[in-house]
C-alpha cells in the first residue's frame, strides 16, 4: 500500500538508510526467534498462564494465521506488480463459500480446495480487468470487489444452501473436512515433556507437539506456497519481470516486458491465495458461514505491509496475528493479560533500540507506550474481554504506527498505468 | 462552459450504461436460476413505489446520503476514510449514552447531541490523522483496524455496568433520550401513515454546506489542489498535513451525524441491532456512485434505498432477496469503469484540440481550451 502524497515520512526514507536495519538472515532469524521464544517462555513462568505456549495454542496459531498468511501472500504477488489490492477480503469471501459448495456437493475436501481456486480466480480477475486494463483506482476497486463478493456470496448460499440440511443463506451445511495427520509416538513424548512445565523445555515440547498433531495435508500444501512464491519472484527472471513491473513500469515496458500480462498474472494469483486462504477457513471451521472472513484480508494486507513487501517478514506477521488470536480465543482474558508483559518487554527493547541509534521520535514514543502497557498490566487482573477479541487490530495498528517509517513499498504501487504512457 | 455541459452529459450517460450493465448482469443471474427477470423488476416497482415503501427509502436516503457525504469529502482529497462505519457507530453510541443522561431543554438538548456525535466522529478520524502525518500510516488500514477496534470498544463501553441500560429481557441499549432530545418526523407523504425523519433537512443542509465549502471557498479550493497534486499544493503554499488532519476530521464530524437521524428521530436509544455495521461501506459505494458530488450522491442514496426496499418483496415469491446486493456490487464496479473511460475520452480529445490548435497559424488560438 503506498501513500500518495508528499507529506507521508514513507517517502523521505532514504534506501541505504533502510536496508541493514531490515534484512535479519540466516543465523540472525534463528537467534530471533530463538530470543522470542525464551521471553515467551520466561512471560509464561511468571506470570503462570501456561496456555500461551501450550500445543493447543500452536495449533490454533497455525490454523488461524494461515488464512490470514494466504491473504497477505496474495498481497505480495499483487502489490510488487504494483497493483494495490484491498479486494483480498472480498476474494478471501468467494473463496470461503466456493471452498464450502464444491466440499459439500462433491463429499470431498481437495475439491474445497478447487472450490477457493475458483472463487479467488473470479475475484482476481475482475481486479484485473478494472485495475489493469481500465486504469481504476485501485482502491475504489477493491473495495467494489468486497461489496460486490459480500452480495454473490449471500445470493448462491441462498441459491445452493437454502434446504440441505442444517443449511440456509447465511450458512451451509457441515461439510467434509482434512484429517488431521498425527505421528503418536510423537505425540505423547512431547505431551509428557510439555506437561512438566519446566522452563524453555516444555515450550519448546509444546511447539513441536503442535507441529506434530495439528496439520492437515491442506496446511502442508499450503506451507510449500511461501518458499515456492520466494522462488518464483526472486530468483526466477519472470520473477524480475514481475517485480519490475511494481517498481518502474515503464522501464520495464522498455526493456520488453509485456506489463499487462506479468500484472495480470500477479493480480489472478493473488485473487487464488486469497481464496485458498478463504477455502482454508472453512476447511477449518467444518462449515461456511456468513462473515467468517471478519476482516481477515485486512489483516492479511497488514501483515504483508508489516513484512516489508517480503514473503519471511510476511509469515512472521501472520504468525503474530494468528499467534495472537489464538490465545484470545483459546486463553481468553487471563493469557491475554499475560500476553501485555509481553509486549511491555518488546516495546521497551525496541524503543531503547531506537533511543541507541538515536531515532529520538520512535524511541521515546515506544518506551512511554512500553511503560503506559506495563502499568496496565499491574493495575488489572484481565483485560476487557470485548476488546481482548480485537488483540490483532490493535497489535497492527501499533506496529503499524513503529514501523511504517522504515518500510519500503513497490515504488509504483498503487499506481494506474497505461501502455505507452512513458512515450 | 459548452465543455462542461458536455462532459456532465457524458458522465450521465455513462451512469445510465453501467445501471443497464448492471441491469444485464442480474437478469442473467437471475435467469440461471429460472426466475423471471421481468417478474422480479415488476414486483419491486410495484413494492418500491407504494407510499409506505417511500417512506423508508427517503429515510434510508438521508442516512446513506450522509454516510457518503462523509466518504467523498475525504476521496475529494484522495483519502480513503474507509473508518466512516467505526466512527458512526462510536458516535451514535456515546451522543446516545449522553442524550440519555443529560437533561437539558428542548431545542438545547437535540444539538448538544448532535454535536458530541459529531466531536465523537471526528475524534476517532482524528486517530487515523494522527498515525497517518506523524508516523506515516496509510488511512487506509489504519481505519479498517479502528473499524474492528470501534466494534470492540462499543461492546465494552454497553456494559450493563458502564453505559449499557437493560431495557428488555436481552436487550442492552443506552439510557433512552426522554422527548425534549428528540426530533420529530414530518409527515411529507400523508398517505403513508408513518412519517420520514425530521433530520432529512440536516442532511439535505450538509449537502449544501458541503457544496459551498468544497467549491466556494478558499479551504474548498485547496482541498481539490491537493486531491488533484499534493507535491504540486505543496508547492504553492498549501500545508498539505494540515489538510489531511482538517480534511479527516471534517469527515469523521460527518460520519458523526449518519446515526443521528435514526437515533433522534426513531430508537431513541443506541443498541448494536439498530445502528449496524457495514454503513460505512454503502457510504463509500453511494459516494463513488454520485461522484462524490452532492446532487449525484442524492441521487445515488435514493437508488441504493430503494433497491434495498424494493427487493423486501422477492423473499415472500421465492427468490433470494440478495440478489440487489450483487445489482449494487455491479453498478459500483462498472460505474466506475464507465467514468474513467468517460475521462480518457475527454482527455484525448481535449489533448486532439490543442494539437490541431497548436498547429493552426496564430490567429486559430481562440479555439484552444482554458
Known sequence: MTVQDTSAPTETVRLDRVKPARRLRGRQLWLAALAGLVLLSLVRVITNANDITSTGTLGATIALGMPIALAGLGGLWSERSGVVNIGLEGMMILGTFFGADFAYFTHSPWMGVVGGIVGGFIGGIVHAVATVTFGVDQIVSGVAITILATGLARYLAGVFFTGQPGGGPTQSPSIPQFTQLRVPALDSFFGRIENHHWFLISDIAGLLRGLVTTLTPFTIVMALLFPLTWFLLWRTAFGLQLRSCGENPTAAETLGVGVYSRKYVAVIVSGILAGLGGAFLADFAGIYREGQTGGRGFIGLAAMIFGNWRPGGLVAGAGLFGYTDAVQSRGGAKSVHALLLLVAIIVLLVGLYALWRRRLATGSLAVVIAILVFIWYLLTKDVPIELVTYTPQIITLLVLALATQRLRPPAADGIPWRKGQGA | ?370
Open chain 2, 1 to 370: 462552459m459548452r465543455d462542461r455541459l458536455n462532459r456532465l452529459a457524458l458522465n450521465i450517460v455513462a451512469a445510465l450504461l453501467a445501471a443497464l450493465f448492471a441491469g444485464a448482469v442480474t437478469s442473467l443471474i437471475l435467469w440461471l436460476r429460472g426466475d423471471s427477470p421481468s417478474f422480479v423488476i415488476s414486483q419491486m416497482w410495484h413494492y418500491g413505489t407504494q407510499p409506505s415503501s417511500e417512506v423508508t427509502i427517503l429515510n434510508s436516503a438521508t442516512v446513506y446520503y450522509l454516510s457518503a457525504l462523509a466518504v467523498a469529502i475525504g476521496f475529494r482529497m484522495n483519502l480513503f476514510n474507509i473508518g466512516v462505519d467505526g466512527q458512526y457507530r462510536l458516535a451514535a453510541m456515546l451522543a446516545g449514552a449522553f442524550g440519555g443522561a443529560v437533561a437539558l431543554p428542548n431545542g438545547l438538548h437535540q444539538i448538544a447531541i448532535i454535536v458530541v456525535a459529531m466531536l465523537v466522529g471526528a475524534s476517532w478520524a482524528g486517530l487515523v490523522a494522527v498515525l497517518k502525518v506523524t508516523r506515516g500510516v496509510s488511512e487506509v488500514i489504519s481505519s479498517i483496524m479502528l473499524n474492528f477496534i470501534a466494534t470492540g470498544l462499543i461492546a465494552y463501553l454497553m456494559r450493563p455496568t458502564i453505559l449499557g441500560h437493560r431495557s428488555g429481557a436481552n436487550d442492552i441499549t443506552t439510557e433512552p433520550i426522554p422527548k425534549s432530545g428528540q426530533v420529530p418526523g414530518v409527515n411529507l407523504i400523508s398517505s403513508a401513515g408513518t412519517k420520514v425523519y425530521g433530520l432529512i433537512f440536516l442532511a439535505i443542509g450538509m449537502g449544501v454546506l458541503f457544496h459551498i465549502v468544497v467549491n466556494h471557498t478558499r479551504f474548498g479550493f485547496d482541498l481539490r489542489a491537493t486531491g488533484r497534486s499534493s507535491s504540486a499544493a505543496q508547492t504553492s503554499g498549501v500545508s498539505v498535513k494540515k489538510m489531511i488532519v482538517i480534511t479527516l476530521l471534517l469527515s469523521g464530524a460527518m460520519a458523526g451525524l449518519v446515526g443521528m437521524p435514526a437515533l433522534l428521530g426513531d430508537s431513541h436509544s443506541y443498541s448494536s441491532i439498530t445502528f449496524q455495521t457495514g454503513l460505512g461501506f454503502t457510504g463509500i459505494a453511494i459516494a463513488l456512485l454520485g461522484r462524490n458530488n452532492p446532487v449525484g450522491i442524492a441521487f445515488a442514496a435514493v437508488l441504493w434505498a430503494f433497491l434495498d426496499q424494493s427487493a423486501q418483496i422477492l423473499d415472500i415469491n421465492n427468490i433470494p432477496k440478495e440478489i440487489v446486493q450483487i445489482t449494487q456490487g455491479v453498478v459500483v464496479l462498472s460505474v466506475v469503469i464507465a467514468y474513467e473511460l468517460v475521462r480518457r475520452a475527454a482527455l484525448a480529445r481535449q489533448q486532439r484540440r490543442v494539437g490541431r490548435a497548436l498547429a493552426a497559424p496564430a490567429p486559430g488560438m481562440e479555439g484552444a481550451p482554458a
